[in-house]
């Protein structure tokens, strides 16, 4: 069972089906990934202040650096914002509509992208 609904979420045929079934939360999270950056940060400021003092802009990325389960309630809010948990890295990201799946991973991105805590830096 589970790997026929991994391979039916894979397929982008059945894509409708499974945004109808959930009440179009698989379409909102994919669309919520295409959000930009400011947009991603002014919802953080806005809505979770606690995570937006932690949120590091990587590139065009977000970060937050925070364990997975110690706020379940924020998480589900990141989770429906569009982002994601990186396992590897230990931090939620969120891509900012920048993802390229196929290409190379540094092994730490801030050593090639310029990194930031957006809380650090004042609103012109």
């Not at 039916?8 to 499974?18: G, H, R, V």
């Not at 949120?55 to 110690?70: D, M």
């Not at 924020?74 to 429906?80: F, G, H, I, P, V």
Request: aromatic share 12%.
């Amino acid at each position: 069972m589970k790997n026929k609904l991994q391979i039916e979420a894979a397929t982008p045929a059945n894509a409708d089906q499974l945004s109808s079934n959930r009440g179009g939360r698989v379409s909102k999270y994919n669309y919520n990934r295409e959000l930009p950056t400011n947009t991603v940060l002014e919802f953080l400021r806005k809505q979770l202040p606690e995570q937006y003092e932690l949120a590091e802009v990587v590139g065009k990325w977000v970060w937050l650096e925070f364990p997975k389960a110690s706020h379940r309630a924020a998480a589900n809010t990141l989770s429906r914002l569009g982002f994601h948990w990186n396992q590897r890295r230990c931090v939620w990201q969120h891509p900012c509509g920048a993802c390229a799946p196929y290409a190379s991973h540094p092994k730490d991105p801030r050593s090639k992208y310029r990194s930031y805590f957006a809380a650090d830096v004042l609103p012109a």
